[in-house]
C-alpha cells in the first residue's frame, strides 16, 4: 500500500510494505504475525510493534486506529 495516511486521513501511516515483508517507514523490519488477533510469542530480532501507530503494547487487530469492519 503506498497510501500515506489512513483510512479516515486522521493518522500519518507508520509503516509500509516491502515484498511481502513489513517496514516501519525508517526500514525497521516489524513482525507481521504481532499485528494478527493472536499475536507472536516468538522471541526474534523483528520488532513487535504496531503496524498502525506504533505501539508496542498491540498489533493492529487491537488498534484504535484501524477502520471497524
Aim: aromatic fraction near 6%; charge should be positive; charged fraction near 30%.
Amino acid at each position: 500500500c503506498r497510501a500515506m495516511r489512513t483510512w479516515d486521513n486522521k493518522h500519518d501511516m507508520f509503516t509500509e510494505r516491502v515484498h511481502k515483508a513489513l517496514f516501519t517507514k525508517d526500514r525497521h523490519r516489524i513482525c507481521a504475525r504481532w499485528q494478527r488477533e493472536e499475536g507472536c510469542s516468538d522471541h526474534h530480532d523483528i520488532r513487535h510493534i504496531c503496524s498502525g501507530c506504533g505501539l508496542s503494547s498491540h498489533g493492529a487487530q487491537k488498534c484504535s486506529c484501524t477502520q471497524e469492519a
